[in-house]
């Protein structure tokens, strides 16, 4: 067993649909780490994170983080999430109120 600790994809800023942001490899479990998000634009903005399960799809039965408010310019560390245990094929799905406002950074270990 390979146990790697890492950036778990290129920080990305959220669109304001619902995009993929980060899918468990083949023959790996993912440990959630560490989620920040930070607000670089000048309103407040609303933000929901999906973890969803291989072959599902985003609906209210796999919201980690529910149009959670982040005030221009704040850091928000997202508690909810972190720690949650993901299996191959699992995904995480995000958005915010506004395109291109918000920063997502997550970083986990990978098991293989």
């Known amino acids: 067993m390979t146990v790697t600790p890492k950036k778990l994809f290129t920080p990305a800023q959220l669109t304001s649909a619902l995009a993929t942001y ?3 490899p083949a023959s790996t ?3 959630l780490k560490k989620v ?10 609303t933000i929901t994170v999906h973890l969803v399960e291989t072959g599902g799809t985003a609906g209210v039965t796999n919201i ?9 310019g704040e850091t928000y560390e997202a508690y909810e999430i972190e ?3 993901m299996n191959a094929g699992d995904f995480i799905r995000a958005l915010a109120s506004t ?10 270990v990978e098991i293989v």
């Not at 920040?36 to 903005?45: H, I, Q, R, V």
Request: charged share 15%; net charge positive.
């Open 29 to 31: 479990r993912t440990v």
């Open 36 to 45: 920040t998000l930070t607000n670089d634009g000048s309103a407040p903005e």
């Open 22 to 24: 980060y899918t468990v």
């Open 83 to 85: 720690g949650h245990i």
């Open 99 to 108: 395109a291109s406002k918000v920063n997502l950074h997550i970083s986990g």
């Open 64 to 72: 980690a983080l529910k149009a959670k408010a982040i005030g221009p």
